[in-house]
């Protein structure tokens, strides 16, 4: 039995210095690059407003919905929502994702030739605070300064004249503003984005995923053969003070390590080679019988004095047209501070639904619509749902990344096990995971960001501890590295 032990002791130490080199390169990049992103949110920009902007809606507005869209031939839609912006409350009409939306007064009924790129401006200067704009763009791909994580596309990069470039990049479908930036915030993503996922390999993916598996392994494998020698190795009197420096911050610093490196492997392979079902989806489009439009509009008097988010014109399951009335969660122009805005904050309470051909009150609420749109996307019914919660903070299944809350979390008795997101203001697929994702979705929350820690202490006190962690890291892998150049 000690023969063994002793084999195997003699085993990791032999195993520990051959990976010792790889170890150490990986865990230099993969730390250091960590650490940049809670500096991301520390000192990056923030928004001068969290809610979006509000405006009063008469009974005119919403009595000339039909006479606009009759004037222009309008029937087939994607969305038509009645919406704040600059020159007061306007008709936005989507007939297509991938174009600019379609704007008209609802006054004057004058289609806005070209308004989506002025309306994402004025955005923009709402949520920023800002009033100067040096450029204005409209993107439709990811980059450095707006990464994947973001999800939403198109949008509009506004670059404000500032010192370091703040840039708001604005997602009109919702009036929302999708991400914020300057220089460097931006240097910092791109360094993540260069050393943690090794987007320079990008074009080369096979290359990249094999290369990172590669370090990860060996990272791991250290780890391991590392904790043998802590468990199996009595400490010796007189170690010299780098050895026991080293020995000390291991005993810390081994079980995240496992965490991180086991959890970063499941996470790159699923993301190369597991089934992708995520991502923001708009709802088909459907045909608008505007004939169908009361005139009755004297329903809206009720709200004459609440202001409003914005109005929805949606469909229910029997056809008939639904004005959705957003009524806000928060005032306009009002912020929040930035650990209830990464835990997650509802921007709306429950609506109200008005039947547009009566006038009158719909008995449709925001769960029986999720439902419906649900049901819809997926081609299934309700006797397949197993369970239906409305979200209104961020967690493992659906976190800050989705951006929008409150959604109706719609869980399905699939073979995938599917579980649909639904934004209730417009009939959005804001995601979708299937049982498999879940579990890497939990694996990566969990060990790798440890957002376990926010529900207990927040996510400034949970950045603190990985920072802490990281950088213990590095001191005990440049300590590594003193000790195998003194065995040289």
């Known amino acids: 039995m000690r023969d063994g032990k002793k084999v195997f002791i003699i085993s990791s130490i032999n195993w520990h210095k051959k990976l010792a080199w790889f170890g150490a390169i990986t865990l230099l990049i993969f730390a250091s690059s960590a650490i940049t992103h809670p500096m991301m949110s520390w000192f990056g920009p923030k928004q001068a407003s969290f809610f979006p902007p509000q405006e009063n809606i008469n009974a005119r507005h919403i009595e000339s919905i039909p006479e606009i869209l009759k004037k222009y031939k309008i029937s087939e839609i994607v969305m038509a929502k009645v919406i704040p912006a600059e020159p007061g409350v306007l008709l936005q009409v989507t007939v297509d994702n991938d174009k600019p939306r379609r704007y008209f007064h609802l006054r004057t009924q004058q289609e806005f030739i070209g308004y989506d790129k002025k309306h994402a401006a004025w955005l923009a200067k709402y949520y920023t605070g800002l009033k100067n704009i040096k450029s204005i763009e409209f993107q439709s791909e990811f980059d450095d300064a707006y990464p994947w994580v973001n999800r939403l596309l198109p949008v509009y990069k506004v670059t404000f004249d500032t010192d370091d470039n703040l840039t708001s990049f604005v997602y009109t479908e919702i009036n929302a503003s999708a991400s914020l930036t300057n220089d460097w915030k931006t240097d910092m993503q791109a360094i993540f984005r260069m050393l943690h996922t090794w ?290």
Not at 339 to 357: F, H, N
Not at 418 to 434: E, L
Request: charged share 20%.
């Open 199 to 488: 987007n320079w390999l990008d074009k080369y993916e096979n290359s990249r995923i094999i290369l990172m598996t590669f370090f990860l392994s060996c990272l791991f494998a250290m780890t391991m053969t590392g904790l043998a020698l802590i468990m199996l190795v009595k400490r010796k009197k007189g170690i010299n003070d780098v050895r026991k420096k080293h020995r000390l911050i291991a005993y810390i610093i081994w079980l995240p390590l496992l965490g991180f490196s086991a959890s970063g492997t499941y996470h790159l392979l699923h993301h190369a080679y597991g089934d992708s079902h995520g991502g923001l989806r708009l709802p088909d489009s459907f045909t608008l019988n505007y004939d169908n439009l009361s005139k009755n509009t004297e329903w809206i008097n009720d709200y004459k004095n609440q202001a409003l988010n914005g109005i929805s014109i949606m469909i229910d399951h029997n056809k008939n047209i639904l004005y959705r009335l957003g009524l806000p969660k928060g005032r306009h122009g009002e912020d929040i501070t930035k650990d209830i805005k990464y835990s997650g904050m509802a921007l709306e309470k429950p609506a109200v639904y008005i039947d547009a051909s009566t006038g009158i009150i719909s008995k449709t609420t925001d769960r029986s619509m999720a439902k419906l749109y649900a049901n819809r996307f997926l081609n299934s019914n309700s006797d397949m749902i197993s369970s239906m919660k409305l979200l209104t903070h961020f967690g493992p299944n659906y976190d800050f990344r989705n951006k929008r809350l409150p959604v109706w979390q719609i869980e399905y008795k699939t073979d995938l096990g599917d579980m649909i997101f639904i934004d209730p203001v417009t009939g959005i697929v804001v995601d979708r995971i299937t049982a498999k994702e879940r579990y890497e979705s939990y694996s990566f929350s969990f060990l790798h960001k440890w957002n376990f820690l926010s529900m207990f202490i927040g996510r400034f006190a949970r950045d603190i501890i990985l920072v802490i962690i990281m950088s213990a890291a590095i001191v005990t892998t440049l300590l590594g590295i003193r000790l195998l150049l003194k065995k040289n």
